[in-house]
């Protein structure tokens, strides 16, 4: 296992354990996130645990064109109750997700440290986020981590505190996504809920190449 110091660089993915572990330590900075992202790794611990970095084999993504639109969100989506924003507000968003209880977590992973470490990158223009509203009030949204030079999206979390309320927010951005001609959104590890939207596995490997590695 390496374990990083103060000097901001990431072994070669291909190093990770079985499980995708990378890399132990090193801390939060811009510099060092922008160049884990760029390199196909992300941050993932919980409070009270040392920093953690992961490239996992294979990598769940989701190529835009794919997305799927299951007849209950179309019927959503027809009904306009949702109305979408782009990046303006992004700390209640992420703050949102750090509360948000999931089946089988007993804590966030986004923690203070890392809240605070993505507004920073929010600052820069590098975090993005997707913001639903109902009525005035936020009712759910999603934020990641924008790669231009690549045309990927790492998306990072989403929360909904409506039925189908992220997945609305999820179909407008990746709308906006293709407009703007990007190859995929990376979505990190497999679940079902990523499934039912139309991502995919594929290898670390082809993961990278994409990104240019």
């Known amino acids: 296992m390496i374990y990083l110091s103060d000097e901001i660089w990431f072994p070669p993915s291909a190093q990770a354990s079985p499980e995708g572990l990378l890399a132990i330590g090193g801390d939060l900075s811009v510099d060092r996130l922008m160049l884990a992202y760029r390199s196909g790794i992300f941050p993932w611990f919980s409070d009270g645990e040392p920093i953690l970095w992961w490239s996992p084999d294979p990598r769940m993504v989701l190529f835009p064109n794919a997305l799927k639109v299951s007849k209950s969100l179309a019927r959503t989506l027809k009904k306009d109750i949702f109305q979408v924003t782009f990046n303006q507000r992004f700390s209640e968003v992420i703050q949102q997700c750090a509360q948000k209880v999931r089946p089988g977590q007993e804590s966030t992973w986004i923690t203070h440290e890392m809240i605070a ?97």
């Open 117 to 213: 470490a993505y507004e920073r990158l929010h600052e820069l223009g590098h975090a993005k986020s997707v913001e639903v509203w109902q009525e005035g009030i936020l009712v759910g949204g999603l934020y990641g981590i924008d790669l231009p030079e690549y045309k990927v999206f790492c998306g990072e979390s989403m929360f909904s505190n409506q039925s189908d309320a992220s997945k609305v927010g999820f179909y407008f951005w990746v709308q906006e996504l293709k407009q703007r001609k990007y190859q995929l959104i990376d979505c990190q590890v497999y679940t079902q809920h990523l499934e039912s939207l139309g991502a995919v596995e594929v290898p670390r490997s082809t993961f990278m190449r994409l990104l240019g590695d």
